[in-house]
RNA sequence: GACCCCAUCGUCUAGCAGGCCUAGGACACCGGCCUUUCACGUCGGCGACACGGGUUCAAAUCCCGUUGGGGUCGCCA
C-alpha cells in the first residue's frame, strides 16, 4: 500500500484502549497486537489506557476480565492501571480534572462552548430532521448565546460542552496507511465533549490524554476516521501537535459487515476455552491486514516485529474465518511435544482447579471411576454438534423455529451477565420463561440441550456456570441456527 | 441519504517504483499416494486481477468514471 511516510517522532509511544463495558474482544486483541508489534519495532512503550468514561456502562468485572484476556495473549504493556507508569492514572475515570479544566480551557479559546439543550430538544431535533429527510446533527442553537449569558447559566444549569467546529474551509490530515484525508468542516457536527455528568466523550478523553501521555502514533481501527477531524481540530485547539495517525482496516463477518457477536464469536474467552493457544490466535491476527512476506504465514510475534512494516500492511477488510484459525492453530499443536502439550492442557480446562468445579456435579452420578469423562465431555468442549439431539431440543407442543427464535432472545439476554455464576444466571433464566410465556420447564430442557446436547446432565445452573459464559452462548446460539435450518 | 474508506481465487493474501504474471502461496473443497483405521504428511485438481474508459510499445500494477462492499453520522467507545 501506499504509505505517505511522515515524520518519525524521536520516542514512540503507542496505546491501546479499551473500554471496560464488555467481553474481551478480539478486536481489541487483533489493535493492541498491531500497537505492540510497532512498538517493539521502534524500541518504543505500548500502554494500556482504560477508557471507562461511560460511567453507565463501564464495569470493573470487565476491565478485569480484559485485562486478564490480553495477558492470556501474551501481550505485555509498559504502561498501565495495573503496572503503573510515570504518565498515570491509567484509567481515565481517574483524571476527570484533567478534562473539565480542558473543557474549560476550549471555551475560554472559543473553541467549544457550553450547551443547555435537554435530551428531548435533541431528540425531537433528530426527528424532524429525519421527517425532513435533513441530514442529523445539533442545529448549533447554543453556540449563538451571548457569551456572558452563557457563563451565568454554566454555574446553575445542566450542560454539555460541545467542540465549535469550524463551519468553513477543510480539515485533513496523513493517515500512514491511506495518505492524505480530507474532510469539509460544513459536514462535521459540533460533537459533545463533555457530558452533563461533568464526565469526558471519548472524543475529548483521547485527545487530552494521549497529548498528556505523550502518544506518538494513535493506531486504531478504521471506523474512527471519520471522527478523526474533530480529533485533528481539537489539537489544533489546544495547541498541540498532533499524533501521527493510522487507521487499521476492521475485521469483518462472513458476510463482510463490522465483525459482530451475533456474527462471529469475538470474546476472546471463547477462543481460550475452545483451546485456542494464544500464539496461535495472536499468530492469526497477525495475518489479517498483514503479510510478512515470502509466503511465510506462520510466525511469531518477535518475527512479526523484525518484518514490520506499514508498507505490509493491507487495506481491504479481513474476513475473520474460523477454519483458517483452526488450521493454524492445528499447526502449533503438533509442533508441541507431548511435555508441553500437558502442560498446555493443564492450564487449559485439564486443572485442578477445573476439575474440582466439575466433579462436584458428577461425583454423584457415577458408579464407576470411568463413567466420568464420557459423562463430563461436554465440559471439555468447545463447539458442540446438536445433531443427535435436534428432538429433544424442542419442547413438547413447541416448534422448532418458535425454539430457535427463544434461544437466540436467551443469547442476548444473557449477554449482561456479569459477574457468570449461577446466582446471576438463574434470575435472568427465569425471568425470561416468564416473559415468553413458557414454562421453566420447557425453557430450562432446551438449555441444557443445547447447552450439554444431551438430556440428563447435572444441575442446570452449575453446568452453565461451569461450561462458562461463551461457550454456553455460543452453543445457544448454534443451537437455534440448527433448529432454523433445520427442514422439519 | 450525506460524508469518508476500500476493491486479486469462496476466505486470508503475494504481486502495485508497469514488462520476470499463461497471476504465486495458504485455508476450505475435490481426487491420488502413504497407512490395519483416522489424523498428519505428500502429490494433483478446482478457483481471482469487479466493470468501462484512458495513459503507455506494454497495466493486476498509473489516472478517471461506474459498480460493489464497508464505516460514520449518540451526552457509546
Redesign the pocket.
Known amino acids: 500500500?501506499?504509505a505517505t511516510t511522515s515524520r518519525m517522532p524521536s520516542e514512540i509511544r503507542v496505546r491501546i484502549?479499551?473500554?471496560p463495558?464488555g467481553d474481551p474482544h478480539v478486536g481489541t486483541a487483533y489493535i493492541a497486537l498491531f500497537n505492540y508489534v510497532f512498538a517493539k519495532k521502534h524500541g518504543g512503550k505500548f500502554l494500556l489506557r482504560i477508557?471507562?468514561?461511560?460511567q453507565?456502562?463501564s464495569t470493573l468485572d470487565s476491565e478485569a476480565a480484559i485485562l486478564r484476556a490480553l495477558h492470556w495473549i501474551g501481550l505485555t504493556w509498559d504502561e498501565g492501571p495495573d503496572v503503573g507508569g510515570p504518565y498515570g492514572p491509567y484509567r481515565q475515570s481517574e483524571r476527570t480534572d484533567h478534562y473539565r479544566s480542558a473543557a474549560v480551557d476550549l471555551i475560554a479559546r472559543g473553541a467549544a462552548y457550553p450547551?443547555?439543550?435537554?435530551?428531548e430538544r435533541?431528540e425531537s431535533l433528530?426527528a424532524a430532521q429525519r421527517a425532513a429527510?435533513q441530514?442529523?446533527?445539533?442545529d448549533r442553537r447554543c453556540r449563538s448565546l451571548d457569551s456572558a449569558e452563557a457563563q451565568a447559566r454554566r454555574a446553575s444549569e445542566?450542560?454539555?460542552v460541545r467542540l465549535a467546529m469550524p463551519r468553513e474551509g477543510v480539515t485533513r490530515f496523513v493517515?500512514e496507511?491511506?495518505?492524505?484525508?480530507?474532510?469539509?468542516n460544513a459536514?462535521?457536527?459540533d460533537?459533545?465533549l463533555l457530558?452533563?455528568?461533568g464526565?469526558?466523550?471519548?472524543?475529548l478523553?483521547?485527545v487530552v490524554d494521549d497529548h498528556l501521555m505523550k502518544i506518538s502514533h494513535v493506531i486504531r481501527a478504521?471506523?474512527?476516521?471519520?471522527?478523526t477531524p474533530k480529533h485533528v481540530q481539537l489539537y489544533r485547539a489546544f495547541g498541540w501537535e498532533a499524533p501521527l495517525w493510522v487507521?487499521m482496516?476492521?475485521l469483518?463477518n462472513?458476510?463482510?459487515?463490522?465483525i459482530?457477536k451475533r456474527k462471529n464469536p469475538v470474546s476472546l474467552d471463547y477462543y481460550r476455552d475452545s483451546g485456542f493457544l494464544p500464539e496461535a490466535l495472536l499468530n492469526f491476527l497477525g495475518?489479517?491486514?498483514?503479510?510478512i512476506?515470502?509466503?511465510r504465514?506462520k510466525f511469531t510475534v518477535a518475527e512479526m516485529v523484525a518484518g514490520f512494516d506499514w508498507?505490509?500492511?493491507?487495506?481491504?477488510?479481513?474476513?475473520?474465518?474460523l477454519?483458517?484459525l483452526?488450521?493454524?492453530n492445528?499447526?502449533y499443536i503438533?509442533e508441541l511435544s507431548v511435555e508441553e502439550l500437558l502442560n498446555r492442557l493443564h492450564s487449559w480446562r485439564l486443572s485442578d482447579e477445573y476439575l474440582r468445579r466439575v466433579l462436584p456435579l458428577e461425583h454423584q452420578r457415577i458408579e464407576r471411576l470411568d463413567q466420568l469423562i464420557p459423562a463430563t465431555s461436554f465440559f471439555f468442549s468447545g463447539d458442540l454438534d446438536h445433531r443427535p439431539v435436534l428432538g429433544e431440543l424442542v419442547p413438547q407442543g413447541r416448534d422448532g423455529a418458535s425454539t430457535a427464535k427463544v434461544l437466540a432472545d436467551l443469547v442476548e439476554a444473557l449477554d449482561n451477565v456479569r459477574p457468570w455464576d449461577k446466582q446471576a444466571i438463574e434470575p435472568v433464566c427465569r425471568n425470561f420463561a416468564d416473559s415468553i410465556g413458557w414454562k421453566t420447564k420447557e425453557l430450562f430442557m432446551a438449555i441444557r440441550v443445547a447447552v450439554t446436547a444431551r438430556t440428563a446432565a447435572p444441575p442446570l445452573f452449575d453446568t452453565l456456570e461451569v461450561v462458562g459464559k461463551e461457550l454456553c452462548r455460543r452453543r445457544l446460539r448454534s443451537a437455534a441456527e440448527m433448529l432454523r435450518t433445520a427442514t422439519p
Open positions: 500500500m501506499s484502549a479499551p473500554s463495558t477508557e471507562d468514561t461511560d453507565t456502562r450547551c443547555f439543550c435537554t435530551p435533541l433528530k429527510k441530514p442529523p446533527g445539533y445542566p450542560h454539555t493517515d496507511l491511506r495518505g492524505d484525508v480530507e474532510f469539509s459536514t462535521i457536527d460533537q459533545v457530558k452533563s455528568d464526565f469526558p466523550t471519548y472524543h478523553a483521547n478504521e471506523e474512527w476516521i471519520s471522527s487507521h482496516p476492521l469483518r462472513a458476510d463482510k459487515s463490522k459482530s495475518n489479517l491486514g498483514f503479510s512476506g515470502d509466503n504465514e508498507k505490509k500492511v493491507s487495506l481491504g477488510g479481513p474476513v475473520f474465518d477454519a483458517k483452526t488450521d493454524l492445528g499447526q503438533r
